[in-house]
């Protein structure tokens, strides 16, 4: 979850409105190497937390005769920003965003003259058989999400689309069908890999602007150490990964790009480990506790009633009115069965239970029509496993909160039993944004 603050001209002033078409593809080439980079450069405050990073691209687009459009992206350079980040949020400005992108712009240029030099138009065009024209994008965004990579999907508060908070995949005030990507990382066993991808086109008419969210395919390629006799074999020393939404390209095509992004030099890395910090709480002096009354009473259940949550201590955030924001999505319980009886099922029945395991990720659910009984039953156990590591992932940063918590004198024994709801609206008044 991405949070916006420091309210700006830049960041607020249009007004727009989102959309969805299959019209339109766009397609981004990445190596896990580089979202490697990115997280090992963030610096310690990103292990464990969410954090995030910008980055420019060079875009191939080729428009057909009926408008629709295919953008190929491919990063040049990432940056990084002020930022306070926690297990569930990060905290950043648009503002820094844009200043930084401008400063990074002579870094991308330089590279995009480099890729066209070495003949990166002609490969592309070769790839789809189509002639394609070169621009550049901008502020295109990618950050980390609690959990594995296996499947995710962008908060309420990523895809907040109100015009004082805009959401982290709305960055473009206008467009006139300006490409953005938007991307999740997740680190699994200390590998950051590429988890989810959506692609919009930003158009404005007049006054206003909308978002159409269209058809995504992103790429990302993986190293593999092969030995040499392997590669005297013909092994090949990489792997592809592939995330995106609704994507129409096919494994051919995939093939090809992922062999194109694999021999790409690597994007320059403006990540500086600095600007990643840890959110903190602030203590509030006497006389503004007292302006607030403390007197706030919180509901724990009920054997606990008390003013205040830590007691004459609390260094929690008084209760303002603030903008409403889409609420935290609590994941709906789901009854796992057990392996033997899952092989057992009818094909109608693990349908409805791959559609349960996406509605419990807050997902929309996928088009499985076209599985057999074996890639059905292949996928209702990996979506079990994915919801067991988000289930450990979860408890993890459940833990993490309370020791935060209990760190700044709230009793254990009350924080122990606190629900998740509580429990997370406590920590944000605790750490505030």
């Known amino acids: 979850m991405v949070q916006l ?6 960041e607020a002033k249009a007004v727009f409105d989102t959309a969805t078409s299959t019209k339109h593809h766009g397609v981004l080439l990445l190596k896990q190497s580089t979202l490697q980079t990115i997280y090992d450069n963030s610096g310690s405050a990103a292990v464990g937390n969410e954090f995030q990073a910008h980055y420019s ?3 191939f687009r080729h428009v ?11 990063p040049t350079v990432f940056y990084n920003y002020t930022q306070a980040v926690t297990g569930g949020h990060v905290s950043f400005t648009l503002k820094d965003v844009k200043t930084m992108s401008t400063k990074v712009r002579p870094v991308h240029d330089s590279m995009v003259s480099t890729l ?10 070769e790839i789809f058989g189509l002639s394609f024209t070169p621009s550049t994008s901008t502020v295109n965004s990618i950050h980390r ?8 999907g962008f908060s309420g508060t990523d895809l907040d689309r109100t015009i004082e908070e805009p959401g982290v995949v709305y960055p473009l005030v206008t467009g006139n069908n300006t490409p953005n990507f938007a991307s999740i990382m997740a680190v699994d066993s200390g590998r950051c890999n590429l988890a989810h991808t959506e692609y919009r086109l930003v158009t404005t008419d007049g006054t206003q602007t909308t978002y159409t969210e269209a058809r995504a395919h992103s790429i990302s390629v993986v190293k593999v150490d092969i030995s040499e006799v392997e590669k005297s074999l013909g092994v090949p020393d990489m792997t592809t990964e592939v995330r ?24 320059h890395m403006l990540i500086n480990p600095a600007n990643v910090t840890k959110a903190v709480s602030v203590p509030y002096e006497a006389s503004q506790l007292a302006k607030y009354g403390r007197t706030q009473s919180f509901d ?5 009633e008390f ?8 260094w929690g955030k008084p209760t303002v009115n603030t903008p409403s924001k889409p609420a935290k999505v609590y994941h709906k319980p789901l009854v796992m069965m057990p392996a033997k009886e899952l092989k057992n099922c009818t094909k109608a029945r693990l349908l409805e239970i791959i559609s349960d395991v996406d509605e419990f990720f807050g997902l929309r659910p996928s088009d499985y029509g076209t599985y057999n009984d074996a890639e059905l039953l292949e996928a209702v156990q990996e979506g079990y496993q994915e919801v067991a590591d988000e289930l450990a992932e979860e408890e993890w940063d459940r833990t993490i909160k309370q020791e935060e918590l209990i760190a700044l004198g709230a009793p254990k024994e009350t924080v122990v039993l606190l629900s998740s709801e509580k429990l997370d609206q406590l920590h944000a008044q605790a750490y505030p944004e």
């Open 5 to 10: 603050n420091n309210k700006t001209k830049y």
């Open 57 to 59: 691209a060079i875009v």
């Open 64 to 74: 057909f005769e009926d408008d629709s459009i295919l953008d190929v992206a491919i």
């Open 116 to 125: 066209l030099t070495q003949g990166l138009q002609a490969q592309v065009e």
């Open 145 to 152: 999400h609690p959990g594995s990579s296996a499947r995710q």
């Open 244 to 267: 995106g939404s609704n994507s129409a390209v096919s494994r051919d095509i995939t093939e090809k790009l992922s062999t194109l992004a694999y021999s790409l030099p690597s994007p």
């Open 300 to 304: 724990f259940g009920p054997s606990f």
């Open 307 to 314: 003013p205040s949550p830590f007691g004459d201590d609390y």
